[in-house]
């Protein structure tokens, strides 16, 4: 048996993969060692892991946000040790998983669009160079937490269209004080600000929404994609919430930039049961 899992900074999602073929699948709330402790992992394998596991554990992949420190990821390895001792562990980067998961074996640039956003030239083994996405707070462009930050300035200075801002008030009844306090005080406050990108997919023909993240998506183009040597001669690929619903915007901007975009997939988790699947057998 192998455990995969695929860590985002809103959901974790795990695939089984039996000896006779059956996958089983499991999920539950994003994890990221930046900003939740070792127990937010723990209870996500008790929960909603554990109950479907029945047999011993060979080896387990994780990918992951927030693993580029050793420290994160000593922290990921001690608690899949601590339930899964017998099994041959390997912690990486969600950027590696998503690289494998859409390129495979061919070179490429991998990105994910979703809560978060990060970026790499994959050369069909390895990640072999990496623009720094720096988070939610320095960086992270395009990402639903980028685009949640610029609707929440916007609405709290007033400088969003009059309607547009009734009607996000009507959904998320909160104050100045109230939205401070989610994105400075409490825990998750990137997948807080994710949150609204789904009240900006559901306006998107509001000219101020669509403008919001074809910027947004323009951004990550010329910060990220465009940082790659070649990268006008190279296939892009993404994966992610953010990229898969808002495709059609983010593959007009590719066009309109010269970006040659291929896949799109919501979640990388699909491909890496594929690109794992022969480590069934070693």
């Not at 390895?77 to 859409?102: H, M, P, T, W």
């Not at 988070?135 to 949640?148: K, Q, V």
Request: proline letters at 4%; aromatic letters at 10%.
């Amino acid at each position: 048996m192998i455990l995969i899992a695929d860590s985002g900074g809103s959901k974790l999602d795990w695939r089984i993969l039996h000896e006779d073929g059956k996958i089983d699948q499991a999920s539950g709330p994003g994890f990221n060692p930046y900003y939740q402790p070792a127990s937010d992992l723990e209870n996500s394998i008790e929960e909603q892991l554990a109950p479907k596991v029945s047999g011993r554990v060979k080896k387990i992949f994780f990918y992951g946000a927030g693993l580029s420190s050793p420290q994160n990821h000593e922290i990921v390895c001690k608690v899949l040790q601590r339930y899964f001792d017998k099994a041959v562990i390997e912690v990486n980067l969600d950027l590696l998983g998503a690289a494998r998961s859409l390129c495979g074996d061919e070179p490429g640039i991998a990105c994910i669009l979703g809560t978060g956003s990060n970026s790499c030239f994959y050369d069909g083994n390895e990640i072999s160079r990496n623009v720094a996405s720096l988070g939610w707070i320095l960086g992270d462009e395009g990402s639903g937490a980028h685009m949640g930050k610029q609707l929440i300035k916007d609405y709290i200075r007033n400088e969003m269209p009059d309607q547009l801002s009734e009607q996000l008030k009507a959904r998320f009844p909160l104050n100045r004080e109230e939205i401070l306090s989610k994105v400075y005080q409490q825990e998750r406050p990137a997948a807080f600000l994710g949150s609204f990108s789904r009240f900006i997919f559901q306006h998107i023909k509001e000219p101020y929404c669509y403008q919001l993240v074809y910027s947004g998506f323009e951004d990550f183009y010329k910060r990220n994609v465009m940082q790659y040597e070649d990268h006008q001669h190279l296939k892009v690929h993404f994966t992610g919430s953010v990229a898969f619903y808002f495709s059609n915007v983010l593959r007009q901007v590719a066009n309109d930039m010269g970006i040659v975009v291929k896949n799109i997939a919501e979640t990388p988790i699909a491909g890496l049961a594929l690109f794992h699947k022969k480590d069934l057998n070693d």
